[in-house]
């Protein structure tokens, strides 16, 4: 039975919803997306969404947002009907989805893109001391610090989304859609996106947030929905929320949250970096990663690391050693050969890491007679991934809508998995549970734990900080491209983690 709100409370009572969608069902072919599916959404609150991969919640918010046509819904907006057949129906009445990367020509510049359109002029020609006033202004309303004449191609993902959010609240937004806005920025980011987000709600505005993170967004949101297999499960307050029943109805059986980490003393140095540097801003950074280790490694050059210890990017200055003894590793051939197991960021790099590792053992180790051995495991892997992932038990309608997801997530708990089988000595990963439902990332912590009780030496680096804090045996912290700190599993705690990461900025 479904917990469908409001709930009997005196705030909620005075608080009546502002827009509400009920009755949403979407059918792709012979395949049921959405069922029956309502949501309402209450001026000045963030409504988070939850939902294991391919349950319908990108479904849902892109015929919110007039992106997709619904077989049957009805939209209200105070309480009136409206019609949203289109993205640009759905702005005039408020709606915004706001997307990571704006869809416009990388050369323009911040001002540009904020005045799109709206250029104030002066004897025919665009004022340009105005203009960058006028998008200063806007950055300045939802509390962004950006630079007016920096070019779109010069941002990183979180500066695009405070973009995005800035251009949606002076359009006159009333209701703002995120979709896994924390997903690929970095710490810092993350939490200045966050503090925007409630900035607008204290302007009244209604957000309503996708997301896989639920220790992220459990002291930001106001109400939390669940979906599952295309069907509303519950709706409950966030205050009466906990992460045990949300991640029950999510996935509709428990799942335990706790990984055991035994402490243990680490083995011999495996893989170490000296003297890291591109030659221009980042480094020199000396790093090492020990058997039987799992070292965290959070901020600014985090992933670059990881790159220069897997050859996916080149080295100005600096050597890597193997047990001690040099070695050259120019791309992920030359990782794997070496024993390095890898799950880079880039898709296509990704990619080709799944594709090394479906290789003969006799190309990734040299070894013809364990070939026959490791295909039969590979086999195996497949069968338990093919059990592990609820929504390909299904006729999925995400095989059109939502396979993009669908592959991030599963490409990402397939190539841990089949690396797990394959007993790297190191294991380097980025952002190895960005996307993936709460079930998958248990499952893909567990795999961690166990290649570190095999003896494997891991580098993890990620934005999560929940995830670092979790699993590490120490934490490395870089600021401006350089090792600020370096942290040890029993005095790491969040405070102290991000104060290193933000050089005690608040």
């Known amino acids: 039975m ?21 009755g949403v069902s979407k059918r792709f072919g012979a395949v049921q997306a959405l069922d029956d599916v309502q949501l309402e959404l209450r001026g000045g609150e963030v ?36 019609t949203v057949g289109s993205a640009r129906e759905a702005r005039e009445h408020g709606l915004f989805i706001v997307h990571q990367t704006p869809g416009a020509d990388p050369r323009l510049t911040v001002a540009d893109y904020l005045m799109l359109g709206q250029e104030p002029t002066r004897h025919g020609l665009v004022d340009r001391q105005q203009l960058r006033r006028s998008a200063e202004a806007r950055l300045t309303a939802i509390g ?20 995005e959010i800035a251009r949606a609240v002076a359009d006159h937004a009333r209701f703002m859609v995120l979709d896994e806005p924390t997903a690929s920025v970095s710490i810092l980011e993350a939490q200045a996106l966050l503090r925007v987000v409630d900035r607008l709600r204290r302007a009244g505005i209604a957000v309503l947030i996708i997301t896989h993170r639920l220790d992220e ?30 991640t029950t109805d999510m996935l509709g059986h428990e799942v335990s949250h706790h990984v055991t980490h035994e402490n243990r003393e680490a083995g011999p140095v495996v893989l170490a970096g000296i003297g890291l540097t591109d030659g221009a801003a980042f480094g020199p950074v000396d790093v090492d990663l020990r058997a039987g280790e799992i070292v965290g490694m959070v901020g600014e050059g985090a992933a670059t690391v990881a790159r220069m210890l897997t050859g996916l990017q080149r080295m100005r200055g600096g050597s890597l050693l193997l047990d001690g003894v040099p070695v050259r590793v120019r791309g992920l051939r030359d990782s794997v050969r070496c024993g390095i197991g890898v799950m880079p960021d880039n898709r296509e790099e990704q990619a080709s890491a799944v594709r090394l590792a479906e290789e003969p053992a006799a190309v990734l180790t040299g070894m013809d007679a364990v070939r026959a051995a490791v295909e039969e495991r590979l086999a195996t892997v497949r069968q338990a991934v093919k059990i ?37 000595r190191v294991l380097v990963l980025v952002e190895p549970t960005r996307g993936v439902d709460v079930g998958a990332r248990q499952r893909m912590h567990r795999e961690l734990v166990e290649l570190r009780r095999r003896g494997a030496a891991i580098l993890l680096v990620s934005a999560d900080l929940d995830e670092v804090l979790g699993l590490s045996d120490r934490i490395v912290v870089l600021r401006s491209g350089r090792v600020a700190a370096e942290i040890p599993r029993a005095d790491a705690t969040r405070g102290n983690v991000m104060e290193c990461v933000s050089g005690g900025a608040t």
């Open 2 to 22: 479904a917990r469908v709100g409001p709930v009997n409370d005196n705030e909620d009572i005075m608080t009546p919803a502002l827009l509400r969608i009920t």
């Open 47 to 82: 409504h988070a969404v939850f939902g294991a991969n391919g349950a319908g919640k990108s479904v849902l918010v892109k015929i919110l947002c007039g992106i997709y046509p619904a077989d049957s819904a009805t939209i209200t907006v105070n309480g009136t009907a409206i």
């Open 144 to 163: 962004a610090h950006l630079a007016t004449e920096a070019l779109l191609g010069s941002l990183s993902r979180g500066q695009h989304l405070m973009l």
């Open 217 to 246: 967004i459990w002291g930001l949101a106001d109400r939390i929905t669940v979906l599952r297999a295309g069907r509303l499960v519950s709706t409950v307050r966030a205050a009466d929320a906990t992460v045990d029943q949300i």
């Open 388 to 424: 592990d992932i609820p929504v390909l038990r299904r006729p999925s309608s995400e095989l059109r809508e939502n396979i993009p997801a669908l592959l991030e997530g599963n490409r990402q708990a397939v190539t841990l998995a089949r690396w797990g089988e394959l007993d790297p």
